[in-house]
């Protein structure tokens, strides 16, 4: 009889109906997500936990030690009371709530929008991304803190594209405008502080898909080119679904690739490399400024 193989053909139908909808495991699925950001090339379903294990010491990543002149720590200022009490107020309810910051930010030196804009035009003109420009040698060490304020980075956002996760700026889903206070990199961590006293969503400015951010959101350096994060999400709709992903980290790859591991889906996707937006001559090159000291 043939009723049993057209019994057995149909429920195969079924299960890859079923799989195509959303089984435990799919190939080359794409959620729809556009500018490449979260095309799953290779799905993997509850990823193990990020285990972070001990700091990282330092080390030489794709950007030059030219980027981070010895000499620049020594130029700079102390973090302004006025920055360090507006930042403090704003992160209170989030010590009180979760738990301390890693670092002391009382300890941090501000890099001015000088200092910052000819770090981050060398990094252009090396051809890296904010992911490889962010967990460098410098941002290593125990020792130093480097804070990046509000007027910094709206600055630089003006003069680059930074092509990074972290917006600078931009409207929420209600429409109402939301800052970066300040960023704070060194002693194996880059902490960003937002001018919101609770979590926020919008959609991102350079991905243009829906993201969560937490007003205080912690990257542990792990290696150069490797964040642990904690405080960010991806939404993502797809016809009457909704998936929730919380970034878990996000690492290169040696074929210049960015891997994104999330509690529910792994992503590879192409890395995103800083871009200047003005094109007005430099008078003064990048790489021959850091060869004099900043005054």
Same mark, same amino acid.
């Given at each position: 009889?043939?009723?049993?193989?057209?019994? %057995?053909? @149909?429920?195969?139908?079924?299960?890859?109906?079923?799989?195509? *909808?959303?089984?435990?495991?799919? *190939? %080359?699925?794409?959620? /729809?997500?556009?500018?490449?950001?979260?095309? +799953?090339?290779?799905?993997?379903?509850?990823?193990?936990?990020?285990?972070?294990?001990?700091?990282?010491?330092?080390?030489? !990543?794709? =950007?030059?030690?030219?980027?981070?002149?010895?000499?620049?720590?020594?130029?700079?200022?102390?973090?302004?009371?006025?920055?360090?009490?507006?930042?403090?107020?704003?992160?209170?309810?989030?010590?009180?709530?979760?738990?301390?910051?890693?670092?002391?930010?009382?300890?941090?030196?501000?890099?001015?929008?000088?200092? =910052?804009?000819?770090?981050?035009?060398?990094?252009?003109?090396?051809?890296?991304?904010?992911?490889? $420009?962010?967990? /460098?040698?410098? #941002?290593?060490?125990?020792?130093?803190?480097? #804070? +990046?304020?509000?007027?910094?980075? =709206?600055?630089?956002?003006?003069?680059?594209?930074?092509?990074?996760?972290?917006?600078?700026?931009?409207?929420?889903?209600?429409?109402?405008?939301?800052?970066?206070?300040?960023?704070?990199?060194?002693?194996?961590?880059?902490?960003?502080?937002?001018?919101? /006293?609770?979590?926020?969503?919008?959609?991102?400015?350079?991905?243009?898909?829906?993201? @969560?951010?937490?007003?205080?959101?912690?990257?542990?350096? $792990? @290696?150069?080119?490797?964040?642990?994060?904690?405080?960010?999400?991806?939404? &993502?709709?797809? #016809?009457?679904?909704?998936?929730?992903?919380?970034?878990?980290?996000?690492?290169?790859?040696?074929?210049?690739? &960015?891997?994104?591991?999330?509690?529910?889906?792994?992503?590879?996707?192409?890395?995103?490399?800083?871009?200047?937006?003005?094109?007005?001559?430099?008078?003064?090159?990048?790489?021959?400024?850091? !060869?004099?000291?900043?005054?």
């Amino acid at each position: 009889m043939r009723l049993p193989r057209i019994f %057995a053909l @149909a429920c195969l139908s079924l299960l890859a109906i079923a799989g195509a *909808q959303g089984g435990p495991r799919l *190939q %080359a699925a794409n959620l /729809g997500i556009e500018n490449d950001f979260l095309q +799953f090339a290779d799905i993997e379903e509850n990823p193990p936990a990020v285990d972070p294990g001990p700091a990282a010491p330092p080390q030489e !990543s794709p =950007a030059g030690p030219e980027l981070m002149p010895p000499y620049l720590w020594d130029d700079l200022s102390p973090i302004s009371d006025e920055d360090l009490n507006r930042i403090q107020a704003q992160i209170e309810p989030y010590v009180l709530s979760r738990s301390s910051l890693p670092v002391a930010i009382s300890d941090a030196r501000e890099m001015t929008s000088e200092h =910052a804009s000819r770090f981050i035009a060398e990094a252009e003109r090396q051809k890296l991304g904010a992911l490889e $420009l962010f967990t /460098g040698g410098y #941002f290593q060490n125990p020792d130093r803190l480097y #804070f +990046f304020s509000q007027k910094t980075m =709206a600055q630089l956002n003006l003069d680059f594209n930074l092509n990074t996760v972290m917006a600078i700026s931009g409207k929420d889903e209600d429409d109402e405008p939301f800052r970066m206070l300040g960023l704070f990199a060194g002693r194996n961590h880059v902490i960003v502080i937002y001018d919101r /006293g609770r979590e926020f969503k919008f959609e991102h400015p350079t991905y243009g898909q829906n993201f @969560a951010f937490e007003p205080v959101v912690i990257q542990k350096i $792990l @290696a150069p080119s490797s964040l642990k994060i904690e405080g960010v999400r991806i939404i &993502v709709k797809k #016809f009457v679904f909704t998936i929730v992903a919380e970034i878990l980290q996000i690492t290169g790859t040696p074929d210049g690739m &960015v891997k994104i591991i999330t509690d529910k889906k792994t992503a590879v996707n192409p890395s995103r490399k800083i871009q200047k937006r003005r094109q007005e001559p430099d008078p003064q090159p990048a790489k021959a400024d850091l !060869s004099r000291r900043l005054k």
